[in-house]
C-alpha cells in the first residue's frame, strides 16, 4: 500500500489499520522462531507499511 492511498484514509481507520499490521507482524515473528514462516521478506514488508501507516497518523497531526 502506498502513502498516497493512506492519506486519503481518516484516523480512525488508520489506527484500525496500524492494529491489523502489529499484530500481523508479531504472528510473523513468531512463526519464524518456530521455523514456519518461508518467506522471511514478508516481515521486512510489514515493517515498511506499519511505517507507512505511523507517518500518515503524524501528518494527519
Known amino acids: 500500500m502506498k ?5 486519503d484514509k481518516s484516523a480512525a481507520d ?10 500481523e507482524l ?11 514462516l518461508t518467506n522471511t521478506s514478508e ?3 510489514v515493517k515498511k507499511e506499519i ?3 505511523n ?3 503524524s501528518a494527519m497531526k
Not at 15 to 21: E, P, T, Y
Not at 26 to 32: H, L
Request: hydrophobic share 50%; glycine share 0%; aromatic share 6%.
Open 43 to 45: 516481515l521486512r514488508a
Open 51 to 53: 511505517a507507512r501507516i
Open 14 to 23: 488508520l489506527q484500525a489499520m496500524l492494529k491489523a499490521k502489529k499484530t
Open 3 to 7: 502513502y498516497t492511498e493512506l492519506s
Open 26 to 36: 508479531f504472528t510473523m515473528k513468531i512463526k519464524q522462531k518456530m521455523m514456519q
Open 55 to 57: 507517518t500518515a497518523i
